[in-house]
């Protein structure tokens, strides 16, 4: 499970990647930029839910109360 959790944590930083060298490129229509743009969001926050997922498991598997900086 975590295995799984990791690859799509891994697929979706790839693809968010691959849109923003797209999106820099600078040559691609207005309308694809902006649907690049909306997929790119949608992935960052997907991204963001399961980074928060995983902070939370590793404050859960500490337990004792030890405070963990999980931002560096």
């Not at 691959?18 to 040559?27: A, M, T």
């Not at 690049?36 to 500490?62: D, H, P, T, W, Y």
């Amino acid at each position: 499970m975590v295995k799984k959790d990791t690859t799509n944590f891994e697929a979706s930083l790839n693809k968010l990647e691959k849109i923003v060298l797209k999106l820099e490129d600078g040559d691609i229509s207005l309308e694809d930029s902006v649907k690049s743009f909306e997929e790119g969001i949608g992935l960052v926050k997907e991204c963001q839910k399961q980074l928060s997922e995983a902070e939370l498991k590793v404050k859960k598997l500490l337990g004792n109360g030890e405070s963990v900086d999980l931002k560096n």
